[in-house]
């Protein structure tokens, strides 16, 4: 290799690890020429900001985080005093975390299927519809520009128990509405449904998904005799289980924070008459770090949430690794 | 810190190569993929080629997509018109006011800082989207160019803190931010974006490794320097990619309100941000924390908080659907 500096890089980030190794093997440790040192000098210099950025806010952080899991803080006076694991216990002995985790998981369970399927849904709509999928992928995008504030300032009053337009709705067809945001029981379909409107991010994943999968395998499998269904089923799924794959993962690892919606209706305000209903993890952690000042034990709850994502992701890749087609591996 | 490993943002983590975006692009309109040319399409739409029940399924689809359009605009017509209501209609419901109160535009900027949330948040977004698209892009430009020890490695990590949860990192950035004496400011706000982050670095590589490598060599023999080639080369053919990585952080920041909440909460509600200064007015208006119930005035500031957001749309529809992602087969 001379001196290209525009040499492309032909790694990806899905490399097999084979590769790493052969490459090694190929290569011994040689000096390099000045040139190369040059050129391995330019591109330091050009990912230096990355690089002091990781260093100081994302390694550097973690590190502090973790002592800190490990520390009294007293933000007064800016110390850190050792205390070993007591805030992993403290963890451990309090009830709130069980309740934080239990909603928070509850929520990601009802959320989670529910946006898929209506993402899917809708994009299948839109792959299918002859003309105007344009405007109406605009119309169901548009929830997802609406900053949180603003969907929740609209649903705090759609979604009132007497006078809110979703339960007028639901009379006028003879349903009696629930009381959505008192009714303890109602709290995580609330946040669900607004969850739900903003779900076009994940419908346009799909939609780029349908229209990726080649139009001859719908013709073969209609000339083999499949109806729409095993069309669906045979030839859809299996060719766009990537993506579904991807958003699964991705809406999971967002539940599991959820956070602004349950924050603006119901925990603008320390315990102002909020039931337990809608304490998930991500606010409990704000709570105890940012108004509590426990910086120790809301460390120490960030470790186990990084934890639990990190195994449910690991689990969520091993399951889909079973059912996720890759049609361009080899080409790749 | 913006970076997509906030919550709620991962989902946002992923992108299409310029292909597979033209690709969205050209076959998501009204042109329906089954391959032909436009005229024999057209006739079939018109009826003839379609059998009584493709018809029928041509009109169900229709009827769905209608009523979803309807159902996802109705939160938009409702909170256009009680923006427009006095106090003690905002809850009745209706898409047309009974009693029409243009006055609630004026008057919350009377009742609310709304003028100084607004400057804040532009000040802070554009700060936090123009730092993070020249920073994002440099260091892409470093590793989709340059070959140097540790690159496969380093990208690696690049790749790797996208997946990190936001939450891990907010204690310790908010004690780092402390120590350094900015609680309180905006700094916070857009500061880490001086150093890039994860999921622009990637997006803004795949678009460097797209353009041809001869440009580079060529000015390179020119004997045009890294930062000349970078300068002069890269920056001005890669705008659609920075348009994107603008779009999308201008829209991160807009919208946020946890780091709002951590690091403005403690100053003067003039130094806030739309969102946290909306979350306030939430608030104090709300009857069970001694307010009046004047909704229509929080009806009017999520409206004002929207637009801009909305006008971006309109004008960046393309980027922002390129900018989402596809195919999760590098998920």
Known sequence: MSTTTAAPDATRPGDPPGDRRTR???????????SQRREALTGYLFISPWIVGFLVFTLGAMVYSLVISFSRYQLATDTARPVGLANYEALFEDPKIGIALAN??????????????????????????????????????????????????????????SQGAINRGLAAIGIQGPQWLLDPA???????????WGVAGTMVIFLAA?????????????????????????????????????NVLVLT???????????????????????????FYAIYLFDQAFRQFNFGFAAAMAWLLFVIILVISLIQMRVGNRFVYYESEDAR | MSSPIQPGRVQEAYVLTPEQAEEVERTDGATPPPAGESRPRRRRERGPALSPLGRVLEVVRWVLLLVCSALFLYPFAWLLAASFKPRGEVFDNRLIPQTWVPENYVQIFQELPLLSWLGNSLLVAILAAGLVTVSSSLVAFGFAYYRFPGRKVLFGVVLA?????????????FLIWNQLGLVGTNVPLWGANLFGSAFYIFLQRQFFLGLPKELFEAARIDGLNAWGQFWRIAFPLSVPSFVIVFLFEFQASWNNLQGALIYLNVGSAEGYTVPLGIASAMTK?????????????????????????????AFGQRSFIEGLATSGRKG
């Open chain 2, 161 to 173: 803190t996208m997946m990190l949860p936001g939450a891990v990192t907010l204690v310790p950035s």
């Open chain 1, 210 to 246: 349908l229209q990726n999968v080649p139009k001859d395998l719908y013709e073969a499998a209609s000339l083999d005799g499949a109806g729409a269904g095993r069309r669906f089923w045979n030839v859809t799924v299996p060719m766009i289980s990537p993506a579904i794959f991807f």
């Open chain 1, 104 to 161: 928070t998981l509850y929520y990601a369970v009802l959320a989670v299927p529910l946006e898929i399927v209506l993402a899917l849904g809708l994009a299948l709509l839109l792959n299918s519809a002859r003309r105007g999928a344009g405007i109406f992928r605009t119309i169901f995008y548009l929830p997802k520009m609406t900053p949180a504030v603003a969907t929740a300032s609209v649903f705090l009053l759609l979604l009132n128990g």
């Open chain 2, 285 to 313: 208006y709300d009857p069970s924390t001694g307010g009046h119930g004047d909704y229509q005035y929080v009806m009017v500031a999520a409206l004002i908080v929207t637009l801009p957001m909305l006008i971006l749309f």
């Open chain 1, 186 to 196: 109602w709290v995580k379909p609330s946040i669900v449904l607004m969850t739900l």
């Open chain 1, 24 to 34: 090694r093997k190929r290569a011994p440790r040689t000096p390099l020429t000045k």
């Open chain 1, 253 to 279: 690892i967002a539940a599991f924070q959820i956070f602004d919606q349950a924050f603006l209706l119901f925990h603008r305000q320390t315990g102002a008459g909020t039931s337990d209903a809608s304490l």
